[in-house]
């Protein structure tokens, strides 16, 4: 159901700031996203997938030996 009495008006004028905020989260998520999927380290040399995971399989068999 809804309200007998809808002042759009002012509606309007009681959400903005909420909207506003949900609009400044949505931007910056985008842009820490952004960021993150650079895919390049400090010094922008690409990063090889070897760099990207924590053991490498040399690392697993100097272990196991």
């Known amino acids: 159901?809804?309200?007998p009495d809808t002042n759009l008006e002012?509606?309007?004028s009681r959400h903005w700031p909420a909207i506003a905020g949900i609009l400044v989260a949505l931007g910056l998520g985008v842009i820490i996203g952004l960021v993150l999927a650079?895919?390049?380290d400090?010094?922008?040399?690409p990063v090889t997938p070897a760099e990207?995971?924590?053991i490498t399989p040399a690392?697993?068999?100097a272990v196991a030996a």
Do not use: E
């Open 1 to 3: 159901m809804s309200a």
């Open 10 to 12: 002012k509606q309007k």
């Open 38 to 40: 650079g895919g390049t």
């Open 42 to 45: 400090v010094n922008d040399a």
């Open 52 to 54: 990207t995971s924590a």
């Open 59 to 61: 690392q697993v068999h």
